[in-house]
């Protein structure tokens, strides 16, 4: 199974992105799905994850101004950044819980790249 995220680039501050992120491979089933960052010289931080059933949670950060969501037919799920500040830029990780047979295992995405100008 891999994670294949994609939709980072270059924005100016209160502009939008939208990023994507589909779950590939076999014999899998995919359960919660989510977002973190990771700034320069900072920890990885939760910006929102969504469950199979949809419901969704984000961090106080980005409330209101990030939408998750997901496609399961497409074991996709996107993220819907508006209002960019320049404290948003980081590399942005996908994370889905994926069960194969009767294990449940994390697996991440490559990470895209978010820069916000000021």
């Known amino acids: 199974v891999q994670l294949q995220a994609s939709g980072g680039g270059v924005v100016q501050a209160g502009g939008s992105l939208r990023l994507s992120c589909a779950a590939s491979?076999?014999?899998?089933?995919?359960?919660?799905m989510g977002w973190y960052r990771q700034g320069l010289g900072k920890p990885r931080e939760l910006v929102a994850a969504?469950?199979?059933?949809?419901?969704?949670d984000y961090a106080d950060s980005v409330k209101g101004r990030f939408t998750i969501s997901r496609e399961n037919a497409k074991n996709t799920v996107y993220l819907q950044m508006n209002s960019l500040k320049p404290d948003d830029t980081a590399v942005y990780y996908c994370n889905a819980e994926i069960v194969i047979f009767t294990t449940r295992r994390s697996y991440w995405g490559q990470g895209t790249q978010v820069t916000v100008s000021s």
């Open positions: 969504i469950t199979s059933g949809g419901v969704a």
């Open positions: 491979g076999s014999g899998f089933r995919v359960n919660a």
